[in-house]
């Protein structure tokens, strides 16, 4: 148990050569709008962004974790993500995790999931597949998912706003029982099948994501 609480802190671990420190998850197009001014803000677009996207994304890494067939997995996750940008956005984080994933946890089925998937798989299934070969469960896979989803965005707006770093990081420890919950609910739901998964839902990341790529100069790629 302790190696894989040890794994677990690698996977989550900022420092993780994954490719998230280049995304925002939607808080650059948020700034801009004026949605996202200081840390009341930044709390409440995280809070809404866990309980919508990071909900989603923590059902397909739970399954991923659980071994669920990862084709259907990447489908749904398809399925799930309606914006052309976060589907490329997804893909390319998924390509750069499986490279790191690789090289820390060298894994047959990491090697079958990079072949199959040559262009990149959704970074929540990559991320599920990746805490399988760590050795983690299900649970980890989600509460990885779930504080990645706010983790980003926290980070991006102590640069785009100069907002004072503790007070990011106090936003994050007053979502963490809510996101202890997300990853409850998603590893269960994922017991159930790729059917059951969450499918929840926020058109405005959607919509903002697309603007977002259009943009002739940004500093984050998403």
Known sequence: MAASRSALLVLADGRFPAGGHAHSGGAEAAVKAGRIRDAAGLEAFCRGRLHTAGLTAAGLAAGAA?????????????????????????RRLGRQLMRAARAAWPSPELDALA???????????????????????????????AYETVGGPATAVVRLLGLDPYQATGVLARLAPEMDAVADRAASAAREGVDALPAASAPLLDITAEQHAAWPVRLFAS
């Open 66 to 90: 659980l071994g669920l067939d990862p084709y259907a997995l990447d489908e749904a996750a398809d399925a799930r993500t309606p914006s052309p940008a976060l589907r490329a956005a997804a």
């Open 115 to 145: 072949s199959a998937f040559p262009r990149g798989a959704h970074q929540p299934v990559v991320l599920g597949a990746t805490a399988r070969a760590a050795g983690l469960g299900p649970e980890d896979a989600a509460h990885c998912a």
